[in-house]
């Protein structure tokens, strides 16, 4: 089957679509005969590499993706051969106390899929049944490879850590990228006020389709004077934080008393100066976040089938062309998901 390898960190020459052995489904496992495979900031860390982090190169990346089910491994029921599937891109022993309150995203042995194990951008992928997501009827194998993985991250973001209530007003930075564009429509469907910075008109226009109220072009303003102008000096009460360096120090100049940063990444940079004095005189918070409960994305595909959320994908490229694909996410060049198609469509 075919496969793209990472053998080395790099520039996009480092990406190889290879034929290698196609593997076997064990026991509690199915074979997923892939469709299409989504990518995300992580593949291009996992390409170039992350100072002080060891990934198990060679690898196959991709976290999340959907395809339908080739073959079914010993023990496995409810699942049939043909089903459509969309994969949970966290896994966990499933059997520590984290596991078992429901917190498997805290398991000591949490992974994600084509970052700390092979992952889905080849033509079969094996997965257990622990992480195999029925796709409701109304929701395409586009949307389904599109959604699990910022979703996940952005519904942990804004509904575990950061507590969305109905009235809140929320900041979301890099409405384009993918945990952008979830996160306005999660923090809508909670009743929330959306603001929405990102870097293009052709952006902004995305993120005020997708419910954002109010939206900044970070390029032309500041957007913490912005934030101070639209709430009338207030400040908002959630930022979804997840750009780093470049403004983390307006985010918190955003908040109002009692606001709340998450953050789950630092695509700008990871290193940050802070003063500290606003932080406890406002009794603000900093909460760290990374991907979330598996057992939300049942309920996150549900209400995606039902119109609640809409994936958003830029473009679908043949497996071929994942350096293009690759290429786009680093220049930012792309709104939403960026999907790449797997074997036959």
């Known amino acids: 089957m075919k496969s793209i390898r990472i053998r080395s960190h ?3 020459d480092t990406l190889r679509v290879e034929d290698i052995s196609r ?10 005969e892939m469709r299409y495979s989504a990518l995300n900031h992580l593949d291009t860390w996992v390409r170039r590499g992350v100072p002080g982090h060891k990934f198990p190169l060679p690898i196959t990346p991709g976290s999340d993706g959907s395809g339908v089910i080739a073959e079914l491994g010993e023990g496995v029921e409810g699942f049939v051969v043909g089903e459509r599937i969309a994969i949970a891109p966290g896994y966990s022993c499933g059997k520590c106390e984290a596991c078992l309150k429901g917190k498997d995203h805290y398991c000591r042995h949490y992974g ?10 080849c033509e079969y992928f094996v997965l257990p049944i622990s992480n195999s997501l029925k796709i409701p009827e109304g929701l395409s194998l586009e949307a389904a490879a599109a959604i699990p993985l910022v979703f996940l991250t952005a519904w942990e973001m804004l509904v575990a850590k950061a507590r969305i209530r109905e009235g809140d007003t929320v900041l979301v930075h890099a409405a384009g990228s ?7 429509q999660i923090a809508r469907h909670f009743g929330a006020r959306v603001i929405a910075t990102a870097g293009s008109e052709a952006k ?4 005020r389709e997708l419910g954002a109220h109010e939206t900044i072009h970070y390029v032309e303003a500041d957007f913490a004077m912005e934030v101070r102008r639209i709430t009338e000096k207030r400040g908002v009460d959630i930022v979804v934080e997840h750009t780093g360096a470049a403004t983390f120090a307006g985010s918190l100049r ?8 998450v953050t789950c990444g630092a695509t700008s940079g990871a290193e940050i100066t802070a003063d500290l004095r606003p932080i406890f005189f406002k009794n603000l918070s900093i909460l760290g976040s990374t991907m979330g409960r598996r057992d939300t994305l049942p309920e996150i595909l549900r209400l995606a089938a039902a119109g609640s959320f809409r994936a958003v994908i830029d473009r679908v490229l043949p497996v071929e062309d994942v ?5 786009a996410i680093a220049e930012r060049a792309q709104i939403g998901k960026v999907l790449l198609k797997m074997g036959r469509n």
């Open 10 to 12: 790099g520039d996009y």
């Open 23 to 32: 593997p076997a489904p064990g026991i509690g496992e199915i074979l997923l």
């Open 112 to 121: 994600i899929y084509g970052e700390s194990t092979d992952g889905c951008q």
């Open 178 to 184: 993918g945990v952008g564009s979830a996160s306005i």
């Open 204 to 207: 902004l226009v995305a993120a």
């Open 254 to 261: 955003s908040l109002a008393g009692g606001g709340r940063i």
């Open 323 to 327: 350096a293009e694909a690759h290429r």
